[in-house]
């Protein structure tokens, strides 16, 4: 079957293949960055928050209170927005 076909058209395929490949390839590292930076990101935000429950209990009340009043100011439409999604 492959005889067949010129070998002008073989590597046309074999081109087509290596671009896809290159492109699939593209997206998977794409994928894996943002898989690195979500979990980098959640680690950093754990250590912050572990840090203020451990040692400085004032802090977080405090920063409790701000992200109350943060809340408490948002209008209506961003307070549904949140609980629709969380």
Do not use: C
């Amino acid at each position: 079957m492959i005889k067949e076909y010129p070998e002008t058209d073989l590597q046309q395929f074999r081109l087509g293949i290596h671009k896809e490949t290159i492109q699939f390839i593209k997206i998977h590292n794409e994928y894996r960055i943002h898989t690195i930076l979500h979990f980098s990101t959640n680690l950093i935000s754990f250590v912050i928050l572990s840090g203020y429950s451990f040692w400085g209990k004032e802090k977080l009340f405090i920063l409790n209170s701000w992200v109350q009043e943060f809340l408490y100011n948002l209008s209506d439409t961003i307070k549904a927005f949140f609980r629709f999604f969380y």
